[in-house]
């Protein structure tokens, strides 16, 4: 690990707090300078974060934790879809490939069924057989570390996070002998089954959008970060939002009732909008009013479809982040999700506020099956943003009382869910 550490942070900070930085747009105006073109970041708070960040004492600590997990992100990857074993059906390793986490084989394996087919679904039960293809797990720790160490360097100016982060980000997605192809046509494939599954996209589901945030503060300016990689980035996004829109994996994930069809929405609108499609990913903000929270959140809060779940905390939560993320698109498109009450009195903010009890309280206070760890941190992003976004009295009360992830409550820092 290359050790920057608090004495670097501190050098940093100081170089920063006799920074006078020009900023003074709204949080809307996506052609401030100053201001990186971030989807769900608000760009213009963190121009405000980084002229600030030397004097305040929240935000010098959020970024001491931010710079202490992006130092081990500089000795770590990068990683690629060639580094699994397996060859897709497609005989293309480049293809991305995961095997359904839920599902297994319900019969023992012999001679003349060595994979125990069928498979069936067991909810919430995680198959450690989909642990075998590396694809999903590289593709997180690439998907975590590459916007750490973007905000690492936009924050700190120091080139070697921006280096670290261009080098990962080529490795997954410029190079030509290592990048992914911009599909998920193999994402969380069955077993003994070659039936078109769209239920795969989820692969990319909360993990994706910060990467496109990580690419707008790149292009704000990085060392070394080209105008060849700016172009490459858009014409691999732009083929992705073309396969999900136009696939058969893409159509259905789009019709998924759940929280498959909020997270389709989410990264469509988040490609577009980096892309320059502002009006379209306003269209898909704004239709989720009665295609997503109408349909999904009852008057109290609720979420029946994700509460019929075994892991029914889990999901209500990643449910609610996936609207949450909505509502953070739609702040730079004009549409204000978190305003919309539908005739049935369903909303977002009360999405979130049903999870505060639990969140405060832990698993007495959630009365319905979770089979798996009840963890209350993962209320909190939403909650943050509830109260921040939305005004929502309840969320800024609970804040306080919800546990802290292991990483640290960086919202100051990082103000989006």
Same mark, same amino acid.
Not at 202 to 227: C, K, Q, R
Not at 357 to 364: D, L, T, V
């Given at each position: 690990? #290359?050790?920057?550490?608090?004495? $670097?942070? &501190?050098?940093?900070?100081?170089? %920063?707090?006799?920074?006078?930085?020009?900023?003074?747009?709204?949080?809307?105006?996506?052609?401030?300078?100053?201001?990186?073109?971030?989807?769900?970041?608000?760009?213009?708070?963190?121009?405000?974060?980084?002229?600030?960040?030397?004097?305040?004492?929240?935000?010098?600590?959020? +970024?001491?934790?931010?710079?202490?997990?992006?130092?081990?992100?500089? $000795?770590?990857?990068?990683?690629?879809?060639?580094?699994?074993?397996?060859?897709?059906?497609?005989?293309?390793? /480049?293809?991305?490939?995961?095997?359904?986490?839920?599902?297994?084989?319900?019969?023992?394996?012999? @001679?003349?069924?060595? /994979?125990?087919?069928?498979?069936?679904?067991?909810?919430?039960?995680?198959?450690?057989?989909?642990?075998? %293809?590396?694809?999903?797990?590289?593709?997180?720790?690439?998907?975590?570390?590459?916007?750490?160490?973007?905000?690492?360097?936009?924050?700190?100016?120091?080139? *070697?996070?921006?280096?670290?982060?261009?080098?990962?980000?080529?490795?997954?997605?410029?190079?030509?002998?290592?990048?992914?192809?911009?599909? +998920?046509?193999?994402?969380?494939?069955?077993?003994?089954?070659?039936?078109? *599954?769209?239920?795969? %996209?989820?692969?990319?589901?909360? #993990?994706?959008?910060?990467?496109?945030?990580?690419?707008?503060?790149?292009?704000?300016?990085?060392?070394?970060?080209?105008?060849?990689?700016?172009?490459? %980035?858009?014409?691999?996004?732009?083929?992705?939002?073309?396969?999900?829109?136009?696939?058969?994996?893409?159509?259905?994930?789009?019709?998924?009732?759940?929280?498959?069809?909020?997270?389709?929405?989410?990264?469509?609108?988040?490609?577009?909008?980096?892309?320059?499609?502002?009006?379209?990913? &306003?269209?898909?903000?704004?239709? &989720?009013?009665?295609? *997503?929270?109408?349909?999904?959140?009852?008057?109290?809060?609720?979420?029946?479809?994700?509460?019929?779940? $075994?892991?029914?905390?889990?999901?209500?939560?990643?449910? @609610?982040?996936? +609207?949450?993320?909505?509502?953070?698109?739609?702040?730079?498109?004009? #549409?204000?999700?978190?305003?919309?009450?539908?005739?049935?009195?369903?909303?977002?903010?009360?999405?979130?506020?049903?999870?505060? @009890?639990?969140?405060?309280?832990?698993?007495?206070?959630?009365?319905?099956?979770?089979?798996?760890?009840?963890?209350?941190?993962?209320?909190?992003?939403?909650?943050?943003?509830?109260?921040?976004?939305?005004?929502? @009295?309840?969320?800024?009360?609970?804040?306080? /009382?919800?546990?802290?992830?292991?990483?640290?409550?960086?919202?100051? +820092?990082?103000?989006?869910?």
């Amino acid at each position: 690990m #290359v050790a920057v550490g608090a004495a $670097t942070v &501190a050098l940093v900070l100081a170089g %920063i707090a006799g920074q006078q930085l020009a900023w003074g747009h709204t949080a809307t105006d996506r052609s401030a300078a100053s201001a990186p073109a971030t989807v769900l970041l608000d760009g213009a708070r963190l121009a405000s974060n980084k002229q600030r960040v030397g004097t305040d004492p929240t935000l010098r600590a959020d +970024l001491a934790k931010l710079v202490s997990s992006a130092d081990a992100d500089l $000795t770590s990857g990068p990683w690629s879809v060639l580094d699994k074993k397996q060859t897709p059906p497609s005989g293309d390793k /480049h293809d991305y490939l995961s095997q359904a986490p839920y599902w297994w084989a319900s019969k023992p394996p012999t @001679a003349s069924n060595p /994979h125990g087919c069928p498979y069936v679904q067991k909810d919430g039960q995680r198959n450690p057989e989909a642990d075998q %293809i590396s694809d999903h797990a590289e593709r997180g720790s690439a998907f975590d570390a590459i916007p750490r160490l973007a905000l690492a360097w936009y924050y700190t100016g120091d080139v *070697r996070y921006a280096q670290r982060a261009e080098l990962d980000v080529r490795a997954w997605f410029l190079d030509q002998a290592t990048r992914m192809n911009p599909n +998920l046509t193999y994402a969380q494939v069955i077993p003994c089954s070659t039936a078109v *599954r769209g239920t795969g %996209i989820i692969d990319f589901s909360e #993990v994706f959008e910060p990467v496109v945030d990580a690419f707008a503060l790149l292009d704000s300016g990085a060392p070394g970060w080209s105008a060849a990689d700016q172009q490459g %980035i858009r014409t691999w996004l732009g083929r992705l939002l073309d396969w999900l829109r136009t696939s058969q994996q893409g159509k259905q994930e789009a019709q998924a009732a759940n929280n498959h069809g909020s997270w389709y929405d989410v990264q469509a609108a988040a490609i577009t909008l980096y892309l320059g499609g502002t009006a379209d990913a &306003a269209a898909v903000v704004k239709g &989720a009013e009665a295609s *997503r929270i109408a349909k999904q959140v009852k008057a109290d809060g609720s979420q029946p479809l994700e509460l019929a779940r $075994t892991r029914s905390w889990h999901y209500s939560n990643f449910n @609610a982040q996936a +609207l949450c993320r909505l509502a953070e698109i739609g702040r730079h498109v004009g #549409v204000n999700l978190w305003s919309y009450t539908a005739s049935g009195g369903g909303s977002l903010p009360k999405a979130v506020d049903y999870t505060i @009890a639990a969140a405060e309280h832990g698993k007495s206070s959630w009365p319905h099956q979770e089979i798996g760890t009840f963890d209350q941190t993962i209320a909190l992003p939403q909650l943050h943003a509830a109260a921040d976004e939305a005004g929502d @009295a309840k969320a800024k009360a609970a804040i306080g /009382h919800v546990p802290a992830p292991s990483g640290g409550d960086l919202w100051a +820092l990082l103000p989006a869910c």
